[in-house]
T-cell receptor
Framework: QKEVEQNSGPLSVPEGAIASLNCTYS??????FFWYRQYSGKSPELIMS????GDKEDGRFTAQLNKASQYVSLLIRDSQPSDSATYLC?????????FGAGTRLTVKP | GAVVSQHPSWVICKSGTSVKIECRSL??????MFWYRQFPKQSLMLMAT?????????EQGVEKDKFLINHASLTLSTLTVTSAHPEDSSFYIC???????????FGPGTRLTVL
């Protein structure tokens, strides 16, 4: 089992819809969780970090963490074509950051 | 804040030459930096973890004699690709760890093309 798993997609949503991106991780000792956005040909950009169970909101983005289920998600409300990118889930496991393979999101006008 | 730069942003070199890539944390000190490689349409692959003042830790399968890493200061890490070959052509990305938040911030990447 991979340490961090994401559905590779592509995930396609219409403009204005909610995009839901999911990530599961295998190691229960993980304490820190991150979402990065990577546009094609560019390096990843940190968009959200979450450390405790529950929801964390930042603008149109909401990160959700459920440590019991070893599950972290990212919701993007009012999706825009500019949100089209690959979203990487990252999990800090004993000071070692592990990345998922990423989910490619396309927001169609 | 938390800005990381890389230089050069792209480089083209002949097979057999060595290429050095610099990674700098501009507004914070980073005891730990990371070097990644990404081939087209593939995921990030961690190559090595660079610790200031000590030897880098390489991931399995990464040749430490080919990819030389030096982390001589709290704001600078360098990756030297020695005797580069066409199969080394890739997008090399560094990141720096902001200790207080345990967050990694990425540089803009260096696109290496070996002819």
């Amino acid at each position: 089992q991979k340490e961090v798993e994401q559905n590779s997609g592509p995930l396609s949503v219409p403009e204005g819809a909610i995009a839901s991106l999911n990530c599961t991780y295998s190691d229960r000792v993980s304490q820190s969780f991150f979402w990065y956005r990577q546009y094609s040909g560019k390096s990843p950009e940190l968009i959200m970090s979450i450390y405790s169970n529950g929801d964390k909101e930042d603008g149109r983005f909401t990160a959700q963490l459920n440590k019991a289920s070893q599950y972290v998600s990212l919701l993007i409300r009012d999706s825009q074509p500019s949100d089209s990118a690959t979203y990487l889930c990252a999990v800090n496991i004993l000071n070692d950051m592990r990345f998922g393979a990423g989910t490619r999101l396309t927001v169609k006008p | 804040g938390a800005v990381v730069s890389q230089h050069p942003s792209w480089v083209i070199c002949k097979s057999g030459t060595s290429v050095k890539i610099e990674c700098r944390s501009l507004d914070f000190q980073a005891t730990t930096m990371f070097w990644y490689r990404q081939f087209p349409k593939q995921s990030l692959m961690l190559m090595a973890t660079s610790n200031e003042g000590s030897k880098a830790t390489y991931e399995q399968g990464v040749e430490k004699d080919k990819f030389l890493i030096n982390h001589a200061s709290l704001t600078l890490s360098t990756l030297t690709v020695t005797s580069a070959h066409p199969e080394d052509s890739s997008f090399y990305i560094c990141s720096a760890l902001l200790d207080s938040y345990n967050e990694q911030f990425f540089g803009p990447g260096t696109r290496l093309t070996v002819l």
